[in-house]
């Protein structure tokens, strides 16, 4: 299946959802300009569709590879990735002092949406290196800035976030990775990390692994965390790539979908000759890790956005061609394609509409990103209580709409050569990986409501209603208002109980007002319609479901705990 990058829904989408031209409109980000912001859109479809869309089923069927001397990965991979170096789209976002373009967080989303739709895990690669970079921009030293950034920013050199330990899965205070004192400035670091995507590879001369680890007589828990700077071969006098630094991989993950992402098993110093730097102050590593896992989130919930689109398009393009049974009630007894079957238009809108609600809902938490950077202290906020919504109901959606794309196919979309179910495997880890759909909405309930003494969510529940016209979407939101105020005084118990059905309404709510204002916009042409369409559904019909959660929403956690555990095996 050929794969078409959706400029112009992302063009739309940035104009009215971002309302980039608003940020453009500023001395940092001016270089924004409409030409420029087209000729980005342009530029990375064409990559897209030309280089990596082509890959795609190669990276699932063959996959990356483990062998003693590192992770092989598969044909084409490398030259394509040089190419988007070439490009220069990986410093899209990044500070011009780095060696970037200093473009806006939204634009930067853009392009990695396209890349990601296109092949995503090929992706992933791009979207930690961004991460890294986000944690040296913010808590490196100038010294460490001036040797990784202008690599990193071009892509020539990848990145990597190395949290997870065998023992220490989402609890990250319990890793045990150790960093001891060389007493010239420098760590000895030693510690094994587990699901460490893109941990190694063959596409750049250099990877720049962030790693979590303890120093000598650290506090136990999550105070006693510091981040070090760990590259896979230690800088030479000249600033290039020189000795190896002891940062072994152990194994890669056989799993579900991904397959083209190496998610490696790291080992680092096992001859004691890892060296390491220590980024930001010692103790200081969950704050530095945030600013990487707050850009990863959004990056994930993007993810949702990226397979939904992929699967669409395959979907959309299988039941424009597939030809079944005469539609039903129709005198024309012939076979028809499938997409004049009802059942099959139903699966075809929601996929749009659920597609293009997860996009504006996480590039407008893009857009906060940009806002924050220019000092807006409400958008930091704003940031703050999207951030989760966007990683869980984002990525809900991508789930969602690649199993529906199986669905359409029929029995061919069980079937791999169809390639609709590689959707569905790729985006299943997406929920799960940088924190957990549940630990979003716990962090939605147990911090986010209570941001700025609750004035960010009523702030953004203001903001809906402002602008909100359908009486359905306005019932939601009172609803979410409603429940925000019960959790904000609700037991522990009580207030987590109800924390996904809740995050799941306030983020079909949010979604509903910026698909609304979209439609408000839409033109005649065939895409104007097609938006139309989809918003219309949208608040037709899957803002009504939402408040079908209300009951969850709004109950007590007395029945989760009126058994005891083991009758759950009962």
Request: net charge negative.
């Given at each position: 299946?050929?794969?078409?990058?959706?400029?112009?829904?992302?063009?739309?989408?940035?104009?009215?959802?971002?309302?980039?031209?608003?940020?453009?409109?500023?001395?940092?980000?001016?270089?924004?300009?409409?030409?420029?912001?087209?000729?980005?859109?342009?530029?990375?479809?064409?990559?897209?569709?030309?280089?990596?869309?082509?890959?795609?089923?190669?990276?699932?069927?063959?996959?990356?590879?483990?062998?003693?001397?590192?992770?092989?990965?598969?044909?084409?991979?490398?030259?394509?990735?040089?190419?988007?170096?070439?490009?220069?789209?990986?410093?899209?976002?990044?500070?011009?002092?780095?060696?970037?373009?200093?473009?806006?967080?939204?634009?930067?989303?853009?392009?990695?949406?396209?890349?990601?739709?296109?092949?995503?895990?090929?992706?992933?690669?791009?979207?930690?290196?961004?991460?890294?970079?986000?944690?040296?921009?913010?808590?490196?030293?100038?010294?460490?800035?001036?040797?990784?950034?202008?690599?990193?920013?071009?892509?020539?050199?990848?990145?990597?976030?190395?949290?997870?330990?065998?023992?220490?899965?989402?609890?990250?205070?319990?890793?045990?990775?150790?960093?001891?004192?060389?007493?010239?400035?420098?760590?000895?670091?030693?510690?094994?990390?587990?699901?460490?995507?893109?941990?190694?590879?063959?596409?750049?001369?250099?990877?720049?692994?962030?790693?979590?680890?303890?120093?000598?007589?650290?506090?136990?828990?999550?105070?006693?965390?510091?981040?070090?700077?760990?590259?896979?071969?230690?800088?030479?006098?000249?600033?290039?790539?020189?000795?190896?630094?002891?940062?072994?991989?152990?194994?890669?993950?056989?799993?579900?979908?991904?397959?083209?992402?190496?998610?490696?098993?790291?080992?680092?110093?096992?001859?004691?000759?890892?060296?390491?730097e220590l980024i930001g102050a010692e103790l200081g590593g969950i704050r530095a890790m945030f600013t990487m896992m707050n850009n990863?989130?959004?990056?994930?919930?993007?993810?949702?956005?990226?397979?939904?689109?992929?699967?669409?398009?395959?979907?959309?393009?299988?039941?424009?061609?597939?030809?079944?049974?005469?539609?039903?009630?129709?005198?024309?007894?012939?076979?028809?394609?499938?997409?004049?079957?009802?059942?099959?238009?139903?699966?075809?809108?929601?996929?749009?509409?659920?597609?293009?609600?997860?996009?504006?809902?996480?590039?407008?938490?893009?857009?906060?990103?940009?806002?924050?950077?220019?000092?807006?202290?409400?958008?930091?906020?704003?940031?703050?209580?999207?951030?989760?919504?966007?990683?869980?109901?984002?990525?809900?959606?991508?789930?969602?709409?690649?199993?529906?794309?199986?669905?359409?196919?029929?029995?061919?979309?069980?079937?791999?050569?169809?390639?609709?179910?590689?959707?569905?495997?790729?985006?299943?880890?997406?929920?799960?990986?940088?924190?957990?759909?549940?630990?979003?909405?716990?962090?939605?309930?147990?911090?986010?409501?209570?941001?700025?003494?609750?004035?960010?969510?009523?702030?953004?529940?203001?903001?809906?209603?402002?602008?909100?016209?359908?009486?359905?979407?306005?019932?939601?939101?009172?609803?979410?208002?409603?429940?925000?105020?019960?959790?904000?005084?609700?037991?522990?118990?009580?207030?987590?109980?109800?924390?996904?059905?809740?995050?799941?309404?306030?983020?079909?709510?949010?979604?509903?007002?910026?698909?609304?204002?979209?439609?408000?916009?839409?033109?005649?042409?065939?895409?104007?319609?097609?938006?139309?369409?989809?918003?219309?559904?949208?608040?037709?019909?899957?803002?009504?479901?939402?408040?079908?959660?209300?009951?969850?929403?709004?109950?007590?956690?007395?029945?989760?705990?009126?058994?005891?555990?083991?009758?759950?095996?009962?």
């Amino acid at each position: 299946m050929a794969f078409t990058p959706a400029t112009t829904e992302q063009r739309f989408v940035l104009d009215h959802v971002v309302r980039i031209g608003e940020i453009a409109a500023t001395e940092r980000y001016a270089a924004a300009s409409d030409d420029v912001v087209d000729a980005v859109l342009e530029g990375v479809g064409q990559l897209a569709s030309g280089e990596w869309a082509p890959l795609n089923r190669t990276g699932d069927t063959v996959g990356a590879k483990w062998t003693p001397d590192g992770v092989v990965m598969p044909d084409g991979f490398a030259q394509a990735y040089k190419d988007y170096v070439e490009g220069g789209w990986g410093g899209i976002g990044v500070e011009e002092e780095w060696g970037g373009q200093g473009l806006p967080f939204a634009i930067q989303t853009a392009v990695l949406d396209t890349l990601g739709s296109a092949n995503m895990g090929f992706a992933l690669c791009p979207t930690l290196t961004v991460g890294a970079i986000e944690a040296l921009q913010h808590h490196g030293s100038p010294e460490q800035q001036a040797l990784y950034l202008p690599h990193l920013a071009t892509g020539e050199w990848t990145g990597t976030m190395n949290l997870t330990e065998p023992q220490a899965g989402s609890d990250v205070g319990a890793l045990r990775a150790t960093a001891t004192p060389l007493g010239d400035g420098k760590w000895s670091i030693k510690g094994t990390k587990i699901y460490i995507s893109f941990g190694d590879h063959d596409m750049a001369p250099n990877i720049v692994h962030l790693v979590l680890a303890r120093t000598p007589g650290a506090p136990a828990g999550t105070k006693g965390i510091s981040l070090f700077l760990v590259p896979k071969y230690r800088l030479q006098e000249d600033g290039t790539p020189g000795e190896f630094n002891d940062v072994r991989v152990v194994s890669i993950e056989h799993k579900m979908g991904l397959h083209a992402s190496p998610t490696c098993v790291l080992s680092f110093g096992d001859n004691d000759d890892c060296i390491g730097e220590l980024i930001g102050a010692e103790l200081g590593g969950i704050r530095a890790m945030f600013t990487m896992m707050n850009n990863a989130r959004l990056n994930v919930g993007l993810q949702g956005v990226q397979v939904a689109e992929g699967a669409t398009q395959g979907a959309v393009a299988y039941a424009l061609d597939r030809v079944q049974s005469a539609r039903a009630g129709s005198p024309n007894k012939d076979s028809v394609k499938i997409v004049e079957h009802p059942d099959v238009r139903r699966m075809l809108m929601r996929m749009k509409a659920q597609t293009q609600a997860a996009r504006a809902l996480v590039y407008y938490a893009a857009g906060q990103v940009d806002r924050a950077n220019l000092g807006d202290h409400a958008a930091r906020n704003r940031l703050e209580l999207v951030t989760p919504l966007a990683k869980a109901h984002g990525t809900d959606l991508g789930n969602e709409v690649a199993s529906l794309g199986i669905q359409v196919h029929g029995g061919m979309g069980y079937v791999e050569e169809t390639g609709a179910a590689q959707y569905f495997r790729d985006a299943r880890i997406t929920p799960i990986y940088e924190g957990t759909n549940g630990i979003q909405a716990a962090d939605l309930v147990g911090r986010k409501l209570g941001l700025d003494n609750g004035g960010a969510f009523a702030t953004l529940i203001a903001d809906i209603r402002a602008e909100a016209k359908d009486e359905r979407l306005l019932a939601l939101v009172d609803a979410c208002e409603a429940i925000g105020r019960k959790l904000a005084t609700a037991d522990a118990d009580d207030k987590l109980a109800a924390s996904y059905p809740f995050l799941t309404m306030l983020s079909v709510a949010t979604c509903g007002w910026l698909m609304e204002r979209q439609g408000g916009v839409a033109g005649s042409d065939d895409f104007g319609r097609m938006k139309a369409a989809a918003v219309r559904f949208y608040l037709d019909q899957i803002v009504p479901e939402a408040m079908g959660l209300n009951a969850a929403a709004n109950a007590s956690a007395a029945v989760l705990y009126s058994i005891e555990a083991d009758l759950f095996a009962a």
